[in-house]
């Protein structure tokens, strides 16, 4: 096979603040400049369930954009500290309920979702929202382009995200993966770390009940300059394009040779539960042949794998382009891990 290519800050914050998701209110605390957890209260997410029995035909107005609002591609860079997600205007939780809700909530499985390059908070808060409807909590992982730059920093921000995951509220949990673009590989950083310190990190593997993977960048070095030219500056997409190549060959120690390391971590990824593939044949940064490869071969390996491909739609939103597709097929995916709720749908998330 090809060369396959996995193309997916720091700053200590515990700020938490309260938002609203369809009437039900969610907190929002954020662990660091990249990283940040959503819950909703546990005495709230039981009201919500009393509620939908009682019926089970209403339908919750969505607080967020609809998919239109989606970045057609990584974009400009995002700024979690300018996100509305994260301002004081809301009202604050009292410290007693929120540490009750924080011991309640750690039943709960856990999304954790890592974004694309530069995903702006209204488009997070679309993803964020469809798992929350579906009773889970979200941890939120950002990455920044020297992560993968310098994949020695991406190594690392791997490490401060599977301490996170170490943390007793989110140590024995059950696990979700959606990973996007960038997302994928600041994913297997954080596997590579797992594998390099087995018996200190083991059990994250088998926590993890399912991953789903959007928009995977795969095929050569090439891809992956195409993708760092889309994304930090269209306008010089070609110069950008070349400038990365040129990068890569004078630092091939430091950069081509670890994601080669990488990609076969990934190919031969510890996680085996249960993976969904979102990708298009007309998306530069995704080789299909390479793809469709890496799918046989998890398939081999025993995993079972679904996929949703399309001919044509755009890098890092599909679930903009194809709302219907995509959601249906989130849905039937979550259903075979018994992860599913009635209140979300297509209809609520184009409200």
């Known amino acids: 096979m090809g060369n396959l290519a996995l193309f997916t800050g720091l700053c200590k914050s515990d700020a938490t603040v309260s938002e609203q998701v369809n ?9 660091s400049e990249g990283i940040t957890y959503y819950y909703t209260p546990f005495l709230v997410a039981e009201e919500q369930t009393a509620e939908d029995s009682q019926n089970s035909t209403a339908l919750c107005p969505n607080s967020s954009p609809s998919p239109s609002a989606l970045p057609v591609s990584d974009s400009s860079s ?7 997600l994260l301002s004081d205007s ?32 209204a488009a997070v808060g679309k993803y964020r929202d469809l798992y929350l409807d579906r009773g889970m909590d979200v941890l939120l992982v950002q990455s920044k382009v020297t992560h993968f730059l310098w994949p020695r920093w991406g190594l690392d921000y791997g490490m401060e995200v599977l301490k996170v995951l170490e943390q007793p509220r989110f140590s024995e949990r059950a696990v979700l993966v959606h990973a996007s673009s960038i997302g994928g590989f600041t994913f297997t950083q954080t596997l590579i770390n797992v594998a390099q310190g087995r018996k200190q ?21 090439e891809h992956m300059a195409i993708g760092l030219g889309k994304t930090l500056v269209p306008r010089l997409e070609s110069f950008v394009k070349n400038a990365t190549m040129l990068y890569f060959w004078l630092f091939k120690k430091h950069t081509a040779d670890i994601y ?3 990609i076969q971590t990934f190919y031969d990824n510890p996680v085996t539960a249960p993976a969904l593939f979102y990708f298009s044949e007309n998306d530069a940064m995704c080789d299909t042949a390479d793809m469709e490869t890496l799918i046989d071969h998890w398939r081999t390996r025993g995993v079972t794998v679904e996929s949703r491909k399309w001919k044509v739609s755009k890098h890092a939103a599909h679930m903009r382009c194809h709302p219907e597709d995509y959601l249906s097929t989130l849905e039937k995916y979550l259903q075979s ?3 599913s709720s009635s209140r979300a749908n297509v209809r609520g998330l184009n409200a």
């Open 337 to 339: 891990l018994a992860i």
């Open 23 to 31: 009437k039900a209110r969610f907190i929002t605390n954020r662990i």
């Open 201 to 221: 990190h083991a059990g994250l593997d088998q926590r993890v009940i399912g991953h789903i993977y959007d928009s995977l960048v795969v095929g050569t070095l």
């Open 78 to 84: 995002a700024d979690p500290s300018s996100s509305p």
């Open 90 to 121: 809301p009202p604050r939780t009292p410290a007693s309920s929120q540490n009750q809700s924080d011991s309640s909530s750690t039943s709960r499985p856990l999304l954790l979702f890592f974004s694309w390059l530069g995903a702006q908070p």
């Open 260 to 262: 080669d390391s990488s």
